[in-house]
């Protein structure tokens, strides 16, 4: 039996800890915050599950993560179709027909690819070599004055053209009349929110949560105590910034309850001007169609901000500098046997919630070979 500390309560150390229990180890989970499930924390209010750290869609191709989530909880048949306010103009996100359609007039799929060949020119032979020429080249320049520069720029607080290119290959360009954001075979929301999952993963009599804990006001005590440490929270920090500082993307939540029953008709729309200063104003009902209280609805506004130590570092900014200076800590990472580093911090990376979870199941295969 080994005695597990894992740090921090979100998807990649409950995952762990919800595995390593089953086969008879000991866990003890500290969290920061003063609740466990990390950013995928939803709370009830009026009868409607508030996503409190932005909207979070569940979606994958792979199918033992499917069912590997499927069994904490049941998913609804959300398909995620945000819509695009471009001063008042609205388009259909992710890029496609509908989009080409309302923007150019366009109807069939061979004049709008013509249309953004002929945009794309701009470009000549050039390879794509940030943000701003990948976002030219796939979609032209209309719509990447429209919907992608304000919003890009807001979101990273940098010029797209010293952004790296593969931020935008996440979304994908379809010369079809299909509006769901995400290409993955499974895609959904769980009914009753995502608490109840991370609940489920710790719910094991061999671990222990404690929440409003901070690893770092015992760093070494806890290190000497437990045979092994997962730590998910930033490697820098836990290296005491020797190498320098990573760069972090925070951001500020503004919820709100409204006397309505529907106030924007759709779980997510994105501001994609430079000036209004949020990217994302997302109404929580419209995630589970319209449930909780007819009366009332509730919003979010999702705010980008600069990070500086102590706030929150909701993205890492997955740039040449940044990775390089990631990769000399997870060399020196090296240096620390006893701990593994996993997770959106602990691995510096843009890890989606299925990304998360497979990375958490490899750490346990790993673990479970000594
Ligand atoms: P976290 O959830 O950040 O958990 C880390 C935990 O460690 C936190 O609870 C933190 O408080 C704690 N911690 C840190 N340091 C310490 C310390 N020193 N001591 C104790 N505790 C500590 N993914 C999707 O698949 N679909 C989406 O639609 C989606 N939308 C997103 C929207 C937003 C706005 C954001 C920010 C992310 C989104 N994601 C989405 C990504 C998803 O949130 C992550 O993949 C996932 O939550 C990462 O889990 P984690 O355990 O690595 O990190
Ligand atoms: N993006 C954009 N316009 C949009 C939506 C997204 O320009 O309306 C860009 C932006 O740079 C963003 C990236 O695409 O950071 C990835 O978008 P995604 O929706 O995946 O962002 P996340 O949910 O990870 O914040």
Do not use: C
């Given at each position: 039996?080994?005695?597990y ?63 590997y ?71 032209g ?6 919907l992608?520069?304000g919003y ?27 509006n ?13 929110g ?21 690893f ?17 929270g ?30 924007q ?23 589970e ?9 509730i ?32 060399d ?16 510096y ?5 299925h990304?998360?979870?497979h ?12």
């Open positions: 039996m080994t005695n500390l894992v740090v921090g309560s979100g998807l990649f150390g409950s995952t762990f800890a919800y595995e390593v229990a089953k086969r008879g180890n000991r866990v003890k989970v500290i969290e920061k915050r003063d609740h466990i499930a990390g950013n995928i924390y939803t709370k009830e209010v009026d009868g409607i599950q508030v996503h409190q750290y932005g909207a979070h869609i569940f979606h994958t191709s792979n199918k033992e993560i499917w069912e989530i499927n069994q904490f909880a049941e998913f609804n048949r959300y398909t995620n179709s945000p819509v695009a306010n471009y001063k008042g103009e609205i388009y259909n996100l992710p890029f496609n027909m509908n989009t080409f359609n309302k923007l150019w007039g366009v109807v069939t799929p061979a004049e709008a690819q013509a249309k953004i060949d002929e945009q794309r020119q701009v470009l000549g032979d050039k390879k794509p070599e940030n943000l701003e020429e990948q976002a030219i080249s796939l979609i320049t209309d719509i990447y004055q429209k992608i520069k890009t720029e807001k979101q990273w607080g940098q010029k797209a053209t010293e952004l790296p290119a593969f931020i935008i290959r996440r979304l994908p360009v379809r010369l079809t009349y299909d769901n954001y995400f290409n993955d075979t499974y895609q959904g929301i769980p009914i009753g995502y608490t109840q999952i991370i609940e489920k993963m710790l719910a094991s009599d061999l671990i222990d949560v404690e929440t409003g804990v901070d770092f006001d015992q760093k070494q005590e806890y290190i000497d105590q437990y045979d092994k440490v997962i730590f998910t930033m490697i820098d920090q836990f290296f005491d910034y020797q190498l320098g500082e990573l760069e972090y993307r925070s951001l500020r939540f503004e919820t709100e309850e409204m006397d309505v029953d529907n106030y008709g759709n779980a997510v729309v994105n501001y994609t001007d430079a000036e209004t200063p949020y990217t994302r104003l997302i109404e929580h009902k419209h995630f169609f319209g449930k909780g209280d007819k009366n009332k609805t919003v979010t506004k999702e705010y980008p901000a600069n990070w500086s130590r102590g706030d929150e570092p909701y993205y890492p900014i997955n740039n040449d500098k940044n990775n390089r200076l990631y990769k000399a800590y997870r020196l990472a090296q240096t620390e046997p006893k701990v593994v580093f996993g997770g959106r911090l602990g691995q990376r843009y890890y989606d919630m990304q998360v979870i990375a958490a199941l490899q750490v346990v295969k790993d673990e479970l070979k000594d």
